[in-house]
């Protein structure tokens, strides 16, 4: 089993920052990448950023230069540093880790979201 907890979420002006964090307990060694998620209210959940368990990044296009995935090993924590914001990055944060192998039909692990919402 792998718990993951996102915080770091809030109101902030267009063109400010924020820094998610999401907190990896459990079967860290079944995990083989973990990924940031968004989503609003009526539209699909979308890809945003991810970082594998050898540290390979990758990042969607629509914030490409914006946003950044991080991880800080000590701490079991992955980031995600969120600058210049603009009213249409409002929506729900998730993380999710990915397992390196599918059990019993469980292919990963999603959080509960955090909240962002930026302001025009």
């Known amino acids: 089993q792998v718990q993951l907890v996102e915080s770091g979420g809030g109101l902030v002006q267009a063109g400010g920052s924020l820094r998610l964090s999401c907190a990896v307990s459990?079967?860290?060694?079944?995990?083989?990448?973990i990924s940031w998620y968004r989503q609003s209210p009526g539209k699909q959940r979308d890809l945003i950023a991810t970082?594998?368990?050898?540290?390979?990044?990758s990042t969607a296009y629509s914030v490409k230069g914006r946003f950044a995935i991080s991880r800080d090993d000590a701490k079991n924590t992955v980031y995600l540093q969120m600058n210049s914001l603009k009213p249409e990055d409002t929506a729900v944060y998730y993380c999710?880790?990915?397992?390196?192998?599918?059990?019993?039909?469980?292919?990963?692990?999603w959080g509960q979201g955090t909240q962002v919402t930026v302001s025009s």
């Open positions: 999710r880790a990915d397992r390196k192998v599918v059990e019993f039909g469980v292919t990963g692990y």
């Open positions: 970082i594998t368990s050898d540290g390979t990044t």
């Open positions: 459990g079967r860290i060694f079944s995990i083989d990448a």
